[in-house]
């Protein structure tokens, strides 16, 4: 069976990611695949993002990638959604601004895409220090996830996930303005009726800087009871499940 085809459209939010956004854009030039457009989305940075960004594409000098500059500040999810409205490909695929790539994330991904039928594929990946190194700690991922599943663990992380919009539409794609949009994204998607496939290679690197918003754990166990509540509309004692669970898996992948 060949390995699927076409242009992947990888949406990458940037904010204040100066020290980090050259490595990341490196990270996509080095992808074995190369039928690929890069649109850095920036979000009003107080940095010196802009800056590097510019000098990054000018050294390159590559059609391929793209910069969007947002008039306002409207966070990540905005950003993403900019993202997918200029976005030319039919497969499209999410990179944060400080995490990397391994370079055959596309092409694997692809034919585990076309092995599988899928809308929806995500993989494993390692966590990385403030310097992207590897930590040894990897998060491998389930062969199938469904959207009840998905409910009590969050191992589809968005620096990992492709979709083929051919299949998914491009509004089904795009995030919820509500915090931890990228889960609320998933949940949708899956409770449409797809399914989402695991591929369980490490091909990205999470970078997980000290100050990491995603580090704060009281705030991540806020953030997803009010998803289970407000969002999904779960019942009380359905909630206490999954987030019991949720619990339960985010601590062990952080051992």
Known sequence: MNQLEGLVSI?????????????????VCAQTYTEWELILVDDQSKD?????VKSCLDAKGDERIRLIEKKTNEGAAAARNTGIDAAKGRFIA??????????????????????KQ????FTAYEFGDENALGTGKVVHVPEELTYRKAL?????????????????????????????????????????????????????VYRRPPSSLSSNKLEAVRRIWNLYRREEKLSLTYSCY????????????RL
């Open 48 to 52: 010196n993002t802009l800056a590097v």
């Open 94 to 115: 999410f990179l944060d601004a400080d995490d990397l790539w391994m370079p055959d994330k596309l092409e694997k991904e692809l034919a585990f895409m076309q092995e």
């Open 118 to 121: 899928a809308a929806f594929v």
């Open 11 to 27: 949406i990458v939010p940037v904010y204040n990611a100066g020290i980090y956004i050259e490595e990341t854009i490196n990270s």
């Open 152 to 204: 009590s663990r969050t191992v589809i992380f968005t620096t990992t996930v492709l979709f083929d919009s051919e299949k998914t539409g491009r509004d089904l794609i795009k995030m919820p303005m509500v915090k931890s949009e990228d889960t609320a994204a998933w949940w949708k998607i899956l409770k449409s009726g797809i399914t989402a496939y695991g591929l369980d290679e490490v091909l990205a």
């Open 242 to 253: 999954n987030l019991f669970f949720w619990a339960v898996r985010a601590t062990l992948r």
